[in-house]
Protein backbone atom coordinates (compact mmCIF):
# COMPACT_ATOMS: atom_id res chain seq x y z
CA UNK A 1 0.00 0.00 0.00
CA UNK A 2 2.59 2.09 0.45
CA UNK A 3 2.89 2.65 -3.21
CA UNK A 4 -0.72 3.55 -3.71
CA UNK A 5 -0.11 6.46 -0.85
CA UNK A 6 2.86 7.60 -2.53
CA UNK A 7 1.12 8.59 -6.08
CA UNK A 8 -1.87 9.69 -4.25
CA UNK A 9 0.57 12.46 -2.64
CA UNK A 10 1.13 14.20 -5.45
CA UNK A 11 -2.84 14.98 -5.71
CA UNK A 12 -3.38 15.30 -2.08
CA UNK A 13 -5.58 18.81 -2.17
CA UNK A 14 -7.84 17.61 -4.77
CA UNK A 15 -8.17 13.95 -2.67
CA UNK A 16 -8.55 16.29 0.69
CA UNK A 17 -10.87 18.41 -1.49
CA UNK A 18 -13.16 14.83 -2.17
CA UNK A 19 -13.55 13.57 0.90
CA UNK A 20 -14.02 17.25 2.44
CA UNK A 21 -17.28 17.11 0.23
CA UNK A 22 -17.88 13.62 1.18
CA UNK A 23 -17.95 14.35 4.56
CA UNK A 24 -20.10 16.89 4.47
CA UNK A 25 -22.74 14.44 2.43
CA UNK A 26 -22.44 11.83 4.99
CA UNK A 27 -23.42 14.41 8.11
CA UNK A 28 -26.17 15.61 5.73
CA UNK A 29 -27.43 12.15 5.76
CA UNK A 30 -27.03 11.59 8.67
CA UNK A 31 -29.25 14.31 9.55
CA UNK A 32 -32.44 12.63 7.69
CA UNK A 33 -33.55 10.19 10.34
CA UNK A 34 -33.54 12.99 13.12
CA UNK A 35 -35.52 15.49 10.89
CA UNK A 36 -38.17 12.87 10.40
CA UNK A 37 -38.17 11.36 13.93
CA UNK A 38 -38.57 15.22 14.85
CA UNK A 39 -41.48 16.04 11.93
CA UNK A 40 -43.19 12.53 13.54
CA UNK A 41 -43.25 13.42 17.14
CA UNK A 42 -42.96 17.08 17.68
CA UNK A 43 -44.75 18.58 15.04
CA UNK A 44 -47.13 16.35 13.38
CA UNK A 45 -48.64 16.27 17.06
CA UNK A 46 -48.81 19.92 16.84
CA UNK A 47 -51.63 19.92 14.08
CA UNK A 48 -50.22 23.15 12.42
CA UNK A 49 -49.95 22.00 8.39
CA UNK A 50 -47.43 25.08 7.89
CA UNK A 51 -45.22 23.47 10.20
CA UNK A 52 -45.59 20.30 8.36
CA UNK A 53 -44.86 21.88 5.04
CA UNK A 54 -42.20 24.05 6.67
CA UNK A 55 -40.63 21.13 7.93
CA UNK A 56 -41.07 19.08 5.07
CA UNK A 57 -39.70 21.50 2.67
CA UNK A 58 -36.16 21.29 5.20
CA UNK A 59 -36.47 17.89 4.88
CA UNK A 60 -36.83 17.63 1.14
CA UNK A 61 -33.82 20.33 0.87
CA UNK A 62 -31.53 18.77 2.98
CA UNK A 63 -31.84 15.48 0.78
CA UNK A 64 -31.07 17.28 -2.33
CA UNK A 65 -28.14 18.57 -1.09
CA UNK A 66 -27.03 15.16 0.70
CA UNK A 67 -26.95 13.92 -3.38
CA UNK A 68 -26.07 16.83 -4.75
CA UNK A 69 -23.04 16.43 -2.88
CA UNK A 70 -22.28 12.97 -2.48
CA UNK A 71 -22.22 13.84 -6.51
CA UNK A 72 -19.63 15.64 -6.24
CA UNK A 73 -17.43 13.95 -4.26
CA UNK A 74 -17.88 10.94 -6.51
CA UNK A 75 -17.35 12.80 -9.89
CA UNK A 76 -13.97 14.21 -7.70
CA UNK A 77 -12.72 10.72 -6.34
CA UNK A 78 -13.29 8.92 -10.06
CA UNK A 79 -10.87 11.69 -10.81
CA UNK A 80 -8.62 11.77 -8.97
CA UNK A 81 -8.41 7.79 -9.03
CA UNK A 82 -7.98 8.23 -12.88
CA UNK A 83 -4.94 10.83 -12.33
CA UNK A 84 -3.10 8.44 -10.27
CA UNK A 85 -3.66 5.01 -11.80
CA UNK A 86 -2.59 7.12 -15.37
CA UNK A 87 0.63 8.25 -13.39
CA UNK A 88 1.62 4.73 -12.30
CA UNK A 89 0.80 3.16 -15.25
CA UNK A 90 2.97 6.00 -16.81
CA UNK A 91 5.87 4.82 -14.90
CA UNK A 92 5.50 0.99 -15.23
CA UNK A 93 5.46 1.72 -19.34
CA UNK A 94 8.59 3.58 -18.72
CA UNK A 95 10.12 1.31 -16.44
CA UNK A 96 8.93 -1.43 -18.43
CA UNK A 97 10.86 -0.58 -21.53
CA UNK A 98 14.14 0.40 -19.68
CA UNK A 99 14.55 -3.07 -17.89
CA UNK A 100 17.55 -4.58 -19.00
CA UNK A 101 17.54 -8.35 -20.63
CA UNK A 102 17.99 -10.42 -17.91
CA UNK A 103 14.90 -8.39 -15.81
CA UNK A 104 12.57 -8.77 -18.69
CA UNK A 105 13.35 -12.30 -19.39
CA UNK A 106 12.70 -13.21 -15.28
CA UNK A 107 9.49 -10.95 -15.19
CA UNK A 108 8.29 -11.83 -18.68
CA UNK A 109 5.84 -10.52 -20.83
CA UNK A 110 2.60 -11.68 -19.76
CA UNK A 111 3.39 -10.45 -16.36
CA UNK A 112 4.37 -7.51 -17.30
CA UNK A 113 1.19 -7.09 -19.63
CA UNK A 114 -1.33 -8.14 -16.25
CA UNK A 115 0.58 -5.63 -13.81
CA UNK A 116 0.11 -3.07 -16.60
CA UNK A 117 -3.98 -4.01 -16.97
CA UNK A 118 -5.77 -5.52 -14.08
CA UNK A 119 -3.06 -4.46 -11.31
CA UNK A 120 -3.06 -1.15 -12.31
CA UNK A 121 -6.86 -1.17 -12.47
CA UNK A 122 -7.06 -3.00 -8.44
CA UNK A 123 -5.40 -0.11 -7.72
CA UNK A 124 -7.28 2.37 -9.40
CA UNK A 125 -10.76 0.77 -7.50
CA UNK A 126 -8.73 1.33 -4.31
CA UNK A 127 -7.83 4.84 -4.85
CA UNK A 128 -11.07 5.52 -5.32
CA UNK A 129 -12.88 4.03 -2.58
CA UNK A 130 -10.15 5.21 -0.09
CA UNK A 131 -11.66 8.87 -0.85
CA UNK A 132 -15.41 7.52 -0.85
CA UNK A 133 -16.47 4.35 0.35
CA UNK A 134 -13.38 4.17 3.07
CA UNK A 135 -14.79 7.86 4.25
CA UNK A 136 -18.72 7.18 4.33
CA UNK A 137 -18.61 3.54 5.84
CA UNK A 138 -16.58 4.93 8.94
CA UNK A 139 -18.68 8.12 9.15
CA UNK A 140 -21.68 5.84 8.53
CA UNK A 141 -21.29 3.28 11.46
CA UNK A 142 -19.75 5.85 14.24
CA UNK A 143 -21.92 8.62 12.98
CA UNK A 144 -25.04 6.31 12.96
CA UNK A 145 -23.80 4.95 16.75
CA UNK A 146 -23.55 8.57 18.25
CA UNK A 147 -26.76 9.83 17.09
CA UNK A 148 -28.40 6.48 18.22
CA UNK A 149 -26.85 6.78 21.53
CA UNK A 150 -27.97 9.98 21.63
CA UNK A 151 -31.82 9.04 20.95
CA UNK A 152 -32.02 5.97 23.28
CA UNK A 153 -28.84 4.60 25.21
CA UNK A 154 -30.65 1.72 26.02
CA UNK A 155 -31.66 0.92 22.42
CA UNK A 156 -27.99 2.03 20.96
CA UNK A 157 -26.34 -0.59 23.32
CA UNK A 158 -27.34 -3.57 21.08
CA UNK A 159 -24.87 -1.89 18.35
CA UNK A 160 -22.14 -1.56 21.40
CA UNK A 161 -22.45 -5.14 21.97
CA UNK A 162 -22.03 -6.14 18.12
CA UNK A 163 -19.97 -4.35 16.16
CA UNK A 164 -16.50 -5.09 17.94
CA UNK A 165 -17.38 -9.03 16.78
CA UNK A 166 -18.46 -7.57 13.26
CA UNK A 167 -15.14 -5.51 12.62
CA UNK A 168 -13.14 -8.67 14.45
CA UNK A 169 -14.62 -10.97 11.73
CA UNK A 170 -13.67 -8.72 8.95
CA UNK A 171 -10.14 -8.24 10.27
CA UNK A 172 -9.58 -12.03 10.30
CA UNK A 173 -10.85 -12.95 6.99
CA UNK A 174 -9.00 -9.77 5.52
CA UNK A 175 -5.47 -11.10 6.52
CA UNK A 176 -6.60 -14.56 4.89
CA UNK A 177 -7.36 -12.70 1.86
CA UNK A 178 -4.28 -10.50 0.26
CA UNK A 179 -2.11 -13.86 -0.06
CA UNK A 180 -5.15 -15.79 -2.49
CA UNK A 181 -5.15 -12.82 -4.85
CA UNK A 182 -1.73 -12.27 -4.99
CA UNK A 183 -1.95 -15.94 -6.54
CA UNK A 184 -4.58 -14.63 -8.47
CA UNK A 185 -2.49 -12.48 -10.39
CA UNK A 186 -0.11 -15.10 -10.92
CA UNK A 187 -2.41 -17.42 -12.59
CA UNK A 188 -3.94 -14.28 -14.54
CA UNK A 189 -0.37 -13.98 -16.15
CA UNK A 190 -0.24 -17.72 -16.91
CA UNK A 191 -3.64 -17.29 -18.80
CA UNK A 192 -2.05 -13.90 -20.81
CA UNK A 193 0.82 -15.90 -21.58
CA UNK A 194 -0.86 -18.75 -23.53
CA UNK A 195 -3.34 -15.80 -25.22
CA UNK A 196 -0.05 -14.09 -26.31
CA UNK A 197 1.03 -16.96 -27.59
CA UNK A 198 -1.87 -18.36 -29.70
CA UNK A 199 -3.07 -14.25 -31.33
CA UNK A 200 0.76 -14.40 -32.22
CA UNK A 201 0.49 -17.73 -33.53
CA UNK A 202 -2.59 -18.45 -34.82
CA UNK A 203 -1.83 -19.07 -38.33
CA UNK A 204 0.95 -21.71 -37.30
CA UNK A 205 -2.06 -23.44 -34.78
CA UNK A 206 -4.64 -23.17 -37.69
CA UNK A 207 -2.06 -24.70 -39.87
CA UNK A 208 -1.54 -27.45 -37.74
CA UNK A 209 -5.24 -27.83 -36.86
CA UNK A 210 -4.43 -27.40 -33.41
CA UNK A 211 -7.00 -25.58 -31.96
CA UNK A 212 -8.76 -28.12 -29.56
CA UNK A 213 -5.24 -28.98 -28.27
CA UNK A 214 -4.77 -24.96 -27.34
CA UNK A 215 -8.55 -24.91 -26.40
CA UNK A 216 -7.83 -27.80 -23.76
CA UNK A 217 -4.88 -26.03 -22.97
CA UNK A 218 -6.13 -22.64 -22.61
CA UNK A 219 -9.19 -24.09 -20.39
CA UNK A 220 -6.56 -25.90 -17.85
CA UNK A 221 -5.13 -22.59 -16.95
CA UNK A 222 -8.47 -20.53 -17.35
CA UNK A 223 -9.81 -23.48 -14.36
CA UNK A 224 -6.74 -23.12 -12.51
CA UNK A 225 -7.36 -19.09 -12.08
CA UNK A 226 -10.94 -20.17 -11.57
CA UNK A 227 -10.58 -22.52 -9.25
CA UNK A 228 -7.85 -19.95 -7.10
CA UNK A 229 -10.51 -16.74 -7.59
CA UNK A 230 -13.34 -18.71 -6.78
CA UNK A 231 -11.18 -19.77 -3.48
CA UNK A 232 -10.21 -15.99 -2.69
CA UNK A 233 -13.87 -15.02 -3.18
CA UNK A 234 -15.31 -17.76 -1.05
CA UNK A 235 -12.82 -16.48 1.97
CA UNK A 236 -13.82 -12.80 1.87
CA UNK A 237 -17.81 -13.44 0.83
CA UNK A 238 -17.50 -14.70 4.43
CA UNK A 239 -18.06 -11.79 6.61
CA UNK A 240 -21.06 -10.52 4.47
CA UNK A 241 -23.31 -13.23 5.30
CA UNK A 242 -21.97 -13.20 9.60
CA UNK A 243 -22.78 -9.70 9.69
CA UNK A 244 -25.96 -9.95 7.79
CA UNK A 245 -27.35 -12.76 10.34
CA UNK A 246 -25.99 -10.56 13.36
CA UNK A 247 -27.08 -7.44 12.00
CA UNK A 248 -30.39 -9.08 11.26
CA UNK A 249 -30.71 -10.64 15.18
CA UNK A 250 -29.92 -6.94 16.22
CA UNK A 251 -32.83 -5.44 14.37
CA UNK A 252 -35.30 -7.69 15.42
CA UNK A 253 -34.07 -7.02 18.63
CA UNK A 254 -34.16 -3.34 18.22
CA UNK A 255 -37.97 -3.49 16.96
CA UNK A 256 -39.04 -6.12 19.94
CA UNK A 257 -37.50 -3.93 22.97
CA UNK A 258 -38.44 -0.33 21.39
CA UNK A 259 -42.01 -1.53 21.13
CA UNK A 260 -41.99 -2.71 24.59
CA UNK A 261 -40.37 1.20 25.42
CA UNK A 262 -42.54 2.79 23.12
CA UNK A 263 -45.97 0.87 25.17
CA UNK A 264 -43.92 2.12 28.56
CA UNK A 265 -44.28 5.70 27.54
CA UNK A 266 -40.25 5.77 27.49
CA UNK A 267 -39.55 6.84 23.81
CA UNK A 268 -41.89 8.40 21.19
CA UNK A 269 -43.00 6.26 18.00
CA UNK A 270 -40.77 8.41 15.66
CA UNK A 271 -37.79 7.40 17.52
CA UNK A 272 -38.31 3.79 16.54
CA UNK A 273 -38.17 4.80 13.25
CA UNK A 274 -35.33 6.90 13.02
CA UNK A 275 -33.58 3.90 14.73
CA UNK A 276 -34.46 1.33 12.31
CA UNK A 277 -33.29 4.20 9.57
CA UNK A 278 -30.03 4.62 11.41
CA UNK A 279 -29.54 1.12 12.14
CA UNK A 280 -29.69 0.62 8.53
CA UNK A 281 -27.74 3.07 8.10
CA UNK A 282 -24.98 1.22 10.67
CA UNK A 283 -25.41 -1.86 8.58
CA UNK A 284 -24.55 0.12 5.42
CA UNK A 285 -21.20 1.12 6.95
CA UNK A 286 -20.14 -2.61 8.31
CA UNK A 287 -21.44 -3.59 4.70
CA UNK A 288 -19.20 -0.67 3.38
CA UNK A 289 -15.99 -2.27 5.23
CA UNK A 290 -16.14 -5.28 3.98
CA UNK A 291 -16.02 -3.78 0.51
CA UNK A 292 -13.26 -1.95 1.52
CA UNK A 293 -11.33 -4.69 2.87
CA UNK A 294 -11.88 -6.81 -0.39
CA UNK A 295 -10.78 -4.35 -2.45
CA UNK A 296 -7.68 -2.95 -0.33
CA UNK A 297 -6.80 -6.47 -0.41
CA UNK A 298 -6.74 -6.85 -4.31
CA UNK A 299 -5.22 -3.56 -4.27
CA UNK A 300 -2.45 -4.74 -2.15
CA UNK A 301 -1.41 -7.61 -3.73
CA UNK A 302 -1.53 -5.58 -7.16
CA UNK A 303 0.21 -2.94 -5.96
CA UNK A 304 3.10 -5.12 -4.42
CA UNK A 305 3.41 -6.86 -7.96
CA UNK A 306 3.50 -3.36 -9.53
CA UNK A 307 6.11 -2.20 -6.99
CA UNK A 308 8.24 -4.89 -8.01
CA UNK A 309 8.50 -3.38 -11.17
CA UNK A 310 9.13 -0.30 -10.24
CA UNK A 311 12.00 -0.77 -7.53
CA UNK A 312 13.46 -3.13 -9.96
CA UNK A 313 17.25 -1.60 -10.55
CA UNK A 314 17.63 0.69 -13.50
CA UNK A 315 19.77 -1.17 -16.94
CA UNK A 316 23.13 -1.34 -15.50
CA UNK A 317 24.52 2.42 -17.46
CA UNK A 318 27.65 2.54 -15.31
CA UNK A 319 30.35 3.73 -17.32
CA UNK A 320 33.97 2.36 -16.48
CA UNK A 321 36.74 4.21 -16.88
CA UNK A 322 38.49 1.90 -19.91
CA UNK A 323 41.22 1.03 -18.77
CA UNK A 324 43.03 0.16 -22.29
CA UNK A 325 41.68 0.51 -26.29
CA UNK A 326 41.98 -0.92 -29.38
CA UNK A 327 42.59 -0.19 -32.90
CA UNK A 328 39.35 -1.92 -34.13
CA UNK A 329 36.21 -0.57 -34.23
CA UNK A 330 34.60 -4.06 -33.39
CA UNK A 331 36.15 -6.60 -31.04
CA UNK A 332 35.00 -9.53 -28.90
CA UNK A 333 38.11 -10.97 -26.40
CA UNK A 334 37.74 -14.08 -25.40
CA UNK A 335 33.84 -13.49 -24.58
CA UNK A 336 31.86 -15.84 -22.60
CA UNK A 337 28.09 -15.67 -21.36
CA UNK A 338 25.20 -17.69 -20.27
CA UNK A 339 21.60 -16.79 -19.69
CA UNK A 340 20.35 -16.71 -16.53
CA UNK A 341 22.66 -15.06 -14.23
CA UNK A 342 22.31 -11.82 -13.14
CA UNK A 343 18.00 -12.13 -13.29
CA UNK A 344 17.75 -11.71 -9.83
CA UNK A 345 16.13 -15.14 -9.54
CA UNK A 346 18.61 -17.16 -8.85
CA UNK A 347 16.43 -19.91 -7.23
CA UNK A 348 15.20 -20.94 -10.64
CA UNK A 349 18.12 -22.03 -11.65
CA UNK A 350 19.45 -23.67 -8.33
CA UNK A 351 20.86 -27.29 -8.98
CA UNK A 352 20.90 -26.32 -13.21
CA UNK A 353 24.52 -26.14 -14.89
CA UNK A 354 24.04 -22.83 -17.36
CA UNK A 355 24.92 -23.78 -20.87
CA UNK A 356 26.76 -20.99 -22.28
CA UNK A 357 25.08 -19.54 -24.82
CA UNK A 358 28.41 -18.19 -26.08
CA UNK A 359 32.02 -20.07 -25.09
CA UNK A 360 35.31 -18.22 -25.23
CA UNK A 361 34.74 -16.13 -28.46
CA UNK A 362 36.97 -13.75 -30.34
CA UNK A 363 37.39 -11.95 -33.65
CA UNK A 364 37.73 -8.07 -34.40
CA UNK A 365 36.46 -5.80 -37.22
CA UNK A 366 38.20 -2.61 -38.85
CA UNK A 367 35.63 0.07 -40.07
CA UNK A 368 34.16 -0.42 -43.05
CA UNK A 369 35.40 -4.57 -42.68
CA UNK A 370 32.08 -6.72 -43.17
CA UNK A 371 31.36 -10.21 -40.92
CA UNK A 372 28.83 -12.50 -41.66
CA UNK A 373 27.88 -15.09 -38.40
CA UNK A 374 26.49 -18.35 -39.28
CA UNK A 375 25.23 -21.69 -37.83
CA UNK A 376 22.75 -23.61 -37.00
CA UNK A 377 19.22 -22.14 -34.69
CA UNK A 378 20.20 -21.76 -31.07
CA UNK A 379 24.28 -21.98 -31.82
CA UNK A 380 24.49 -18.02 -30.00
CA UNK A 381 24.13 -15.73 -33.38
CA UNK A 382 22.25 -13.22 -31.98
CA UNK A 383 23.48 -13.20 -28.71
CA UNK A 384 26.53 -11.50 -30.50
CA UNK A 385 24.38 -8.90 -30.75
CA UNK A 386 22.87 -8.67 -27.93
CA UNK A 387 26.21 -8.35 -25.88
CA UNK A 388 27.98 -6.20 -28.74
CA UNK A 389 24.68 -3.56 -27.60
CA UNK A 390 24.96 -4.34 -24.17
CA UNK A 391 21.11 -5.67 -23.64
CA UNK A 392 23.05 -8.39 -21.75
CA UNK A 393 26.69 -8.01 -20.19
CA UNK A 394 29.54 -10.85 -20.88
CA UNK A 395 30.52 -13.41 -18.16
CA UNK A 396 34.00 -13.11 -19.13
CA UNK A 397 36.19 -11.54 -21.64
CA UNK A 398 36.19 -7.85 -22.68
CA UNK A 399 33.56 -6.40 -25.74
CA UNK A 400 35.29 -3.16 -27.80
CA UNK A 401 33.32 -0.99 -29.92
CA UNK A 402 34.87 2.43 -30.72
CA UNK A 403 38.15 1.63 -29.46
CA UNK A 404 37.07 1.50 -25.75
CA UNK A 405 35.63 -0.98 -23.78
CA UNK A 406 31.00 -0.83 -24.42
CA UNK A 407 31.06 -0.32 -20.32
CA UNK A 408 32.75 2.89 -20.72
CA UNK A 409 29.92 4.03 -23.48
CA UNK A 410 26.51 5.16 -22.01
CA UNK A 411 24.22 3.38 -23.48
CA UNK A 412 22.36 5.62 -25.78
CA UNK A 413 25.41 6.79 -26.45
CA UNK A 414 26.76 3.34 -27.61
CA UNK A 415 23.36 2.36 -29.52
CA UNK A 416 23.05 5.02 -31.16
CA UNK A 417 26.05 3.99 -33.28
CA UNK A 418 23.68 1.24 -34.66
CA UNK A 419 21.37 0.31 -36.81
CA UNK A 420 19.60 -2.97 -36.40
CA UNK A 421 17.32 -5.38 -37.80
CA UNK A 422 16.38 -7.84 -35.60
CA UNK A 423 14.88 -11.81 -35.86
CA UNK A 424 11.53 -10.94 -34.73
CA UNK A 425 11.31 -7.29 -35.59
CA UNK A 426 7.89 -4.93 -35.77
CA UNK A 427 5.93 -3.10 -38.16
CA UNK A 428 3.55 -0.78 -36.38
CA UNK A 429 0.41 0.21 -37.11
CA UNK A 430 1.22 3.39 -38.98
CA UNK A 431 2.30 4.39 -41.93
CA UNK A 432 5.34 2.74 -43.52
CA UNK A 433 7.07 6.42 -42.91
CA UNK A 434 6.30 6.52 -39.53
CA UNK A 435 7.44 2.63 -39.52
CA UNK A 436 10.90 3.54 -41.15
CA UNK A 437 11.35 7.26 -39.30
CA UNK A 438 10.49 5.63 -36.01
CA UNK A 439 10.16 9.26 -34.54
CA UNK A 440 13.94 9.83 -35.41
CA UNK A 441 12.57 13.34 -37.48
CA UNK A 442 14.75 11.91 -40.08
CA UNK A 443 15.79 14.26 -43.53
CA UNK A 444 12.77 12.55 -46.30
CA UNK A 445 15.94 12.19 -48.56
CA UNK A 446 17.44 9.73 -45.63
CA UNK A 447 14.67 7.91 -45.38
CA UNK A 448 14.07 7.85 -49.45
CA UNK A 449 17.24 6.48 -49.58
CA UNK A 450 16.93 3.95 -47.18
CA UNK A 451 13.97 2.65 -48.98
CA UNK A 452 15.65 2.43 -52.40
CA UNK A 453 18.87 0.57 -50.62
CA UNK A 454 16.70 -2.02 -48.82
CA UNK A 455 15.06 -2.87 -52.30
CA UNK A 456 11.70 -1.40 -51.09
CA UNK A 457 11.39 1.10 -53.71
CA UNK A 458 9.58 -1.23 -56.29
CA UNK A 459 6.50 -2.32 -53.93
CA UNK A 460 6.56 1.07 -51.89
CA UNK A 461 5.93 3.04 -55.17
CA UNK A 462 3.71 1.04 -56.54
CA UNK A 463 1.01 1.93 -53.74
CA UNK A 464 -1.18 4.57 -54.16
CA UNK A 465 -0.14 6.49 -50.79
CA UNK A 466 3.44 5.67 -51.13
CA UNK A 467 4.96 5.23 -48.11
CA UNK A 468 1.96 7.31 -46.48
CA UNK A 469 0.39 3.74 -47.00
CA UNK A 470 -1.08 2.84 -43.78
CA UNK A 471 0.37 -0.51 -42.18
CA UNK A 472 -1.91 -2.67 -40.18
CA UNK A 473 -1.20 -4.19 -36.62
CA UNK A 474 2.18 -6.00 -37.15
CA UNK A 475 2.02 -5.41 -40.65
CA UNK A 476 -0.32 -7.86 -41.21
CA UNK A 477 -1.32 -6.01 -45.05
CA UNK A 478 2.34 -6.34 -45.59
CA UNK A 479 4.20 -9.77 -47.18
CA UNK A 480 7.28 -11.17 -45.24
CA UNK A 481 9.22 -10.00 -47.85
CA UNK A 482 7.83 -6.50 -47.64
CA UNK A 483 7.96 -6.13 -44.14
CA UNK A 484 12.11 -7.36 -44.31
CA UNK A 485 12.68 -4.44 -46.74
CA UNK A 486 10.88 -2.21 -44.45
CA UNK A 487 13.25 -3.03 -41.38
CA UNK A 488 15.88 -2.32 -43.37
CA UNK A 489 15.21 0.86 -44.60
CA UNK A 490 14.63 1.33 -40.98
CA UNK A 491 18.05 0.78 -39.96
CA UNK A 492 19.74 2.34 -43.05
CA UNK A 493 17.66 5.37 -42.96
CA UNK A 494 19.80 6.89 -39.98
CA UNK A 495 23.40 6.35 -41.74
CA UNK A 496 24.84 4.09 -39.16
CA UNK A 497 28.74 3.81 -38.14
CA UNK A 498 27.47 0.02 -37.86
CA UNK A 499 24.55 -2.05 -39.49
CA UNK A 500 23.32 -5.19 -38.08
CA UNK A 501 21.47 -7.10 -40.03
CA UNK A 502 19.82 -9.96 -38.08
CA UNK A 503 18.32 -13.12 -40.33
CA UNK A 504 17.03 -9.83 -42.25
CA UNK A 505 16.82 -11.51 -45.91
CA UNK A 506 15.34 -14.83 -45.32
CA UNK A 507 11.62 -13.90 -47.27
CA UNK A 508 13.35 -12.46 -49.89
CA UNK A 509 14.15 -14.32 -53.04
CA UNK A 510 17.69 -14.94 -53.89
CA UNK A 511 18.02 -12.31 -56.58
CA UNK A 512 16.42 -9.62 -53.91
CA UNK A 513 19.13 -10.37 -51.32
CA UNK A 514 21.75 -9.87 -54.14
CA UNK A 515 20.85 -6.64 -55.31
CA UNK A 516 20.27 -5.50 -51.42
CA UNK A 517 23.84 -6.50 -50.23
CA UNK A 518 25.43 -5.10 -53.26
CA UNK A 519 23.28 -1.77 -52.67
CA UNK A 520 24.27 -1.45 -48.89
CA UNK A 521 27.66 -2.26 -50.19
CA UNK A 522 27.86 0.94 -52.80
CA UNK A 523 25.52 3.33 -51.06
CA UNK A 524 27.66 2.57 -47.61
CA UNK A 525 31.07 1.90 -48.29
CA UNK A 526 32.38 3.12 -45.10
CA UNK A 527 29.53 1.69 -43.14
CA UNK A 528 30.60 -1.95 -40.63
CA UNK A 529 28.11 -4.56 -41.61
CA UNK A 530 27.12 -7.53 -39.35
CA UNK A 531 25.18 -10.24 -40.88
CA UNK A 532 23.78 -13.34 -39.56
CA UNK A 533 22.12 -15.79 -42.12
CA UNK A 534 20.93 -19.13 -42.62
CA UNK A 535 22.35 -18.94 -46.22
CA UNK A 536 25.79 -19.34 -47.23
CA UNK A 537 25.33 -17.11 -50.47
CA UNK A 538 24.53 -14.39 -48.02
CA UNK A 539 27.69 -14.32 -46.11
CA UNK A 540 29.98 -16.10 -48.27
CA UNK A 541 31.09 -12.07 -49.99
CA UNK A 542 31.74 -11.29 -46.63
CA UNK A 543 35.31 -9.95 -45.32
CA UNK A 544 34.97 -12.11 -42.72
CA UNK A 545 32.70 -15.28 -42.12
CA UNK A 546 32.30 -16.59 -37.99
CA UNK A 547 31.08 -20.05 -38.05
CA UNK A 548 29.33 -20.81 -34.52
CA UNK A 549 28.03 -23.87 -33.19
CA UNK A 550 27.06 -24.27 -29.46
CA UNK A 551 28.36 -21.21 -28.49
CA UNK A 552 31.46 -21.75 -29.88
CA UNK A 553 33.62 -20.44 -32.61
CA UNK A 554 34.25 -23.75 -35.15
CA UNK A 555 35.48 -21.82 -38.17
CA UNK A 556 36.91 -17.96 -38.71
CA UNK A 557 38.15 -16.68 -42.29
CA UNK A 558 36.85 -15.89 -45.86
CA UNK A 559 34.96 -18.27 -47.82
CA UNK A 560 37.60 -19.61 -49.48
CA UNK A 561 39.71 -20.48 -46.47
CA UNK A 562 36.56 -21.95 -44.96
CA UNK A 563 35.32 -24.09 -47.32
CA UNK A 564 39.00 -25.52 -46.91
CA UNK A 565 38.81 -25.62 -43.06
CA UNK A 566 35.86 -25.83 -41.95
CA UNK A 567 33.84 -28.99 -42.79
CA UNK A 568 30.48 -27.99 -41.14
CA UNK A 569 30.54 -24.64 -43.37
CA UNK A 570 31.72 -26.40 -46.66
CA UNK A 571 28.47 -29.06 -45.99
CA UNK A 572 26.64 -26.54 -45.63
CA UNK A 573 27.82 -25.03 -48.81
CA UNK A 574 27.33 -28.07 -50.98
CA UNK A 575 23.83 -29.08 -49.59
CA UNK A 576 22.18 -24.89 -49.95
CA UNK A 577 24.53 -24.54 -53.24
CA UNK A 578 23.45 -27.98 -54.25
CA UNK A 579 19.77 -27.50 -53.73
CA UNK A 580 20.01 -24.28 -55.37
CA UNK A 581 21.43 -25.26 -58.83
CA UNK A 582 18.51 -28.39 -58.84
Not at 45 to 65: C, E
Not at 176 to 202: C, F, H, S, W
Request: aromatic letters at 8%; glycine letters at 8%; one cysteine or more.
Amino acid sequence: MELIFRYMKKHLPLIFLAIFIKLLGTVTELLLPYILEHIIDDIVPLGSLKDVLLWGSFMFLTAVLCRTLNVMANKRTVDNAHNVSYEIRQDLFEKTINLSGPQFDELGLPSLISRMTSDSYNVQSAVQQMQSLCVRAPMMLIGGVIVAAMMDFELAMVLFVMLPVLIVIVLFVSRKGIPMYTKVQQKLDAIVRIMRENITGIRVVKALSKEDYEMKRFAGANAEMTATDIKAATIMAIPGPLMQLFLNCGLSFVVLYGAYRVNQGYIKPGVILAFLTYFNMIAMGVMGLNRIFMTMSKASASAGRIGLVLKAAEEDNTRIESEDAVDELIRFDHVSFSYGKGSGNKEDFAGEERRKALDDISFSMHKGDTLGIIGPTGCGKTTIINLLMRFYRADEGNIYVGGKNVQSYDKDELRSMFGTVFQNDLIFQDSLKENIDFGRKLEDEHIRSGVETAMAAEFVDSLDEGLDYQASIKGANLSGGQKQRIFVARALAAKPEILVLDDSSSALDYKTDAAMRRAIAEKHPDTTLIMIAQRVSSVMNMKKILVLDNGRCIGYGDHETLLKTCEAYRETYEVQMGALAE
